[in-house]
């Protein structure tokens, strides 16, 4: 059975489901942030499947951009839960529900 | 059945039964190493559609620099199975089902797709040389901007991370 197009669809519609489910289900808020790299990579993953499909260049490249704001967007989330977990000592999600009060 | 297909087949089974150890496993030790073997097995994609440079950045940008990062918040924090929070079993049922029925309404959107084959000719497109060229010759103006993103991002996550002074008030109150 050769690989086609939609298998790399269907895989990466695989892979960013359970991204979703993961950050549905769990708690902690690490494991939710790393859940979302997860749901980044399956998208970086179908672009570049495209990319090969269309002989098109521009579409790894914004791969590339992709990884750059993740990296960015890693830096300053771990240092946001960081010092959530130095006020109320723990990254368990449910305790941060200020704001509805 | 050629190398590519057996790849193919094989990178996906390990991705996704990583993908799914990440969410399952109690312990957050764990689910980051499931997430390293993800990335692993999407690095292992990249090569064998000939997309060398982002499997190469794939490897030491994620798995190499965030996933280190995430080890060691965890291993700042000492978080391990005995303190995980754990949602009800309602709840994880609850997400179990959106997430399937989100997997369906995409299904359902795309499964007319005409399957179209990966073209295996153009082995040069992914190669560094060919990348660059775009990159600083189109892509300038993003690239010069993601520097600037960095850099606010460095400093933000220094101004975040930074010991607030202790206040006398609150110092005496406790």
Redesign the interface.
Known sequence: MPVYSTHYLFLSLLLFSIGIMGALMRRNAIIIFMCIELMLNSVNLLLVAFSKMYVDINAQLFVFFIMVVAAAEVAVGLAVIVMMYRKVHSVDINILNRLKH | ?NL??TL?WFF?AV??GC??G??LSRN?VN??LF?VG??LA?SG??FI???Q??AI??IV??TG??MV??LF??M??N?NADV????GQL??V???I???V??LV??AA?HK?S?????KQ?ID??LIN??GK??FKE?VL?FEI?SV??L???I??VV??KKEPALPAEGEAQ
Do not use: C, R, W
């Not at chain 2, 995980?84 to 949602?87: I, S, T």
């Not at chain 2, 399957?115 to 073209?119: E, K, L, S, T």
């Open positions: 059945m590519y297909d193919f996906s991705a996704v993908a799914l990440v969410i957050p689910s980051v997430l993800t990335f999407i994609h990249y559609m000939n997309a440079f982002l950045v794939n940008v994620y620099a965030i990062l995430f918040v965890i700042l924090m978080l995980e929070p754990q949602k709840i994880q609850a997400g179990v959106s997430g399937g989100l997997f995409l299904i795309i797709a399957p179209m084959p990966i073209d153009s497109i992914g060919n990348l775009v990159l892509y993003p993601s993103l960095f606010s991002a460095m933000g996550a975040i991370g």
